[in-house]
């Protein structure tokens, strides 16, 4: 199983930015395609961003334009970059592949509060 750390959430006013990071365990992480999601308190798990082997990406209508979603192959990483952030954009953000995912981490706590 692959062992995904997330991190780099906080506290952030609206129209402020943030880059969360993600470190994953698998060698295999290079050859699949990388997601980032979010989770709103009482609300389901949703895809923000994803990134493909080749680096691809393809965004949510809600974060196009603001967010950026790369990766680093060669240390295992992945990133989001999140400018002009709002306070719909608070939520507990997660990355993963794309489904079917793998076991899920903690997650990193972004919170959009003046």
């Known amino acids: 199983q692959v062992q995904l750390v997330e991190s780099g959430g906080g506290l952030v006013q609206p129209g402020g930015s943030l880059r969360l990071s993600c470190a994953a365990s698998?060698?295999?992480?290079?050859?699949?395609?990388m997601a980032w999601y979010r989770q709103a308190p009482g609300k389901q798990r949703d895809l923000v961003a994803t990134?493909?082997?080749?680096?691809?990406?393809n965004y949510a209508d809600s974060v196009k334009g603001r967010f950026t979603i790369s990766r680093d192959d060669a240390k295992k990483m992945v990133y989001l970059q999140m400018n002009s952030v709002k306070p719909e954009d608070t939520a507990v953000y997660y990355c993963?592949?794309?489904?079917?995912?793998?076991?899920w981490g903690q997650g990193t706590q972004v919170t959009v509060s003046s």
């Open positions: 993963n592949k794309v489904y079917p995912v793998w076991s």
């Open positions: 698998r060698s295999l992480f290079s050859s699949v395609t």
């Open positions: 990134v493909t082997s080749g680096g691809s990406t």
